[in-house]
Every structure is written in structure tokens, then in C-alpha cells.
């Protein structure tokens, strides 16, 4: 639903084309001309909405778009924001447009912009196509569609940067917001599945704690023995943090999850320590 303007017309014009049948003194001619999208024109699931310039390199500043990623861009449009990840931010990028004409069109801007080797803008159904080797990925749907792509996005590996322009995916909260004249962003991070029970062993002492962790989307609840998680428990990607008291203060877990392992700073007081917290109840790691 994004949409990509050129001055290029000529370039255009022997790139794409569409054939048109005219009828002059009773004999058939061909004439040429550019393919261009028009606003609003109907798609499988959604119309075309252009997306201003201003908010493409907003949402991809949003997700820390570097030369590192791979970005997909679902419901591609003209390619424009594969072309920007590519082109503004040295990312290797994949367009998905289910319109074979728009598709065309997008990869002859791909070829005019000679970004050929980083980026692709393919015909295809975002609900067949694969896509977990993304990095990022960057939406403009409607929230029905977001809704049913979340099973799929909520499967990708953990930190995951998810983007949307507009719409958001029903009750899973994004983790950031960003809302300015331009229009309006959010970004949400594949969470990592800590749901289970997690012991957690000081690496160099004898320290030990024991938490039972309930999980909903990037939201954590639990216990550690009798106390209860302190408000505010949550997993951004890989990264989780909670804080329990113990004995009458305040203990502080920043840790990185690695599947079944969370390689946690436990911060009491001033006294700060590396603590190795492994699953030994369900869940499957993330």
C-alpha cells in the first residue's frame, strides 16, 4: 500500500508497458504506455495507499534498519519501502505485491535506482509466501490482515523488528509508538517464549532463586517462591527484565534469553551478580 514516484518516464515506458487495441479505418493498432497505479485501485485484500517518504524513513529508523538486515515488505505496492531499506540504509530487501503489474512496476524502479543486487520486489500472496528469514519486517494492512499474519510473526526468531504504518495487531501491544504530522508508526519485537519454570544459579557463588513465568505476547507474570513479580515484568526480544523482592528488597534480573538459557545480572542493593538461569519446566525456549 505504499507508493513510489519517478521522473524517469522514459526509462519507464521500454521497461514496462502495457499493450492497448485501438480501431482506426477499420484496422487494429498497438500503442504503449506506462503502467501508474492509481490511489485507491483495488487489491486482493487491501487498496493502494501511497506512503509518504517522511513516514518510510521514520518506520525503518524505528527498526534499526542497518546493512546487517534483511528486511520483507508485505503488500510491497510500487517497492517503495524495499527500496528505501536498500538504498538509504545498505539492507538486503525483499517486496512481496500481490498485483502482478504493480509487482513489475516496483522491480523496473528496482532496476532504474540499480539496486538490483540488494533488492527483489516479487509477485506472490503474503499469507504463502516465507518470510522467516527476515530480520524486519514492515506492514501496511489492514489490522485483520496484521491479525492474521501475528501467528506467523509471533513464530520468528525472537527480535524480530515488526513495523506498521497505521494499523496494529489487536491485543499485542506494541513495544514502541511514534506519532507525528507525517502519520503514525509502531514497532512491535518478536518476544522470546520464557513461559516455564526457570532456576537460576549464581555463576560464582551460592546464590539461587527459583521463578515460575507466565507469558502474554512481551508481558511477564509469576512468582519467585512466595513473591510475586513486581508490575512492569517484560521480555523485548531477547532481553528480559523483572524485579522480585527478597527479604524486604528489591532484586533486580537484566538478562539475554538464548532458548532454554538466560544469562542474567541479578542487582541487589549496590551488589550486582552474574546469575545462569535454565528452564526445567516447560515452554520451548525462543
Known amino acids: 500500500m505504499s507508493a513510489l514516484k519517478f521522473t524517469r518516464r522514459s526509462i519507464l515506458t521500454l521497461l514496462f508497458s502495457a499493450t492497448v487495441a485501438t480501431t482506426a479505418f ?3 493498432q498497438t500503442q504503449t504506455k506506462p503502467f501508474e497505479p492509481q490511489v485507491g485501485q483495488p487489491g486482493k485484500d487491501v487498496v493502494w495507499v501511497p506512503t509518504n517518504d517522511a513516514l ?3 518506520m525503518l529508523k524505528m527498526a534499526d534498519v542497518t546493512a546487517a538486515d534483511r528486511v520483507y515488505d508485505l503488500g510491497a ?3 517503495k519501502i524495499a527500496i528505501a531499506a536498500a538504498r ?6 525483499v517486496g512481496v505485491e500481490y498485483n502482478p503489474q504493480l509487482a513489475r512496476l516496483g522491480q523496473c524502479y528496482v532496476q532504474a535506482e540499480k539496486l538490483g543486487e540488494r533488492v527483489r520486489i516479487i509477485q506472490g500472496d503474503i499469507f504463502e509466501t516465507d518470510f522467516s528469514s527476515a ?3 514492515t506492514l501496511y494492512l489492514l489490522p485483520e ?3 492474521r499474519l501475528r501467528p506467523t510473526i509471533l513464530k520468528m526468531k525472537p527480535g524480530t523488528r515488526v513495523v506498521s504504518h497505521s494499523f496494529m495487531m489487536d491485543d499485542w501491544e506494541p513495544d514502541e509508538r511514534s506519532m507525528t504530522e507525517d502519520g503514525t508508526a509502531y514497532l512491535w519485537l518478536v518476544p522470546a517464549q520464557v513461559a516455564g519454570t526457570w532456576e537460576f544459579r549464581e555463576s560464582e557463588g551460592k546464590g539461587r532463586f527459583v521463578t515460575q513465568l507466565e507469558q502474554t505476547f512481551q508481558q511477564l507474570s509469576g512468582r519467585v517462591g512466595d513473591e510475586p513479580l513486581v508490575a512492569n515484568a517484560r521480555v523485548r526480544g531477547t ?4 524485579t ?14 538464548e532458548g532454554g538459557r538466560i544469562d542474567a545480572q541479578v542487582t541487589r542493593g549496590d551488589k550486582t551478580s552474574r546469575y545462569i538461569g535454565t528452564r526445567t519446566q516447560g515452554g520451548s525456549g525462543g
Do not use: H, S, Y
Open 26 to 28: 477499420g484496422q487494429t
Open 56 to 58: 518510510v524513513a521514520r
Open 77 to 79: 505496492g510500487d517497492g
Open 88 to 93: 538509504d540504509f545498505g539492507a538486503q530487501a
Open 135 to 137: 530480520t524486519v519486517v
Open 145 to 147: 490482515l496484521n491479525l
Open 239 to 242: 532481553q528480559i527484565d523483572m
Open 244 to 257: 522480585f523482592v527478597e527479604n524486604g528488597m528489591p532484586t533486580k534480573v537484566a538478562g539475554r534469553v
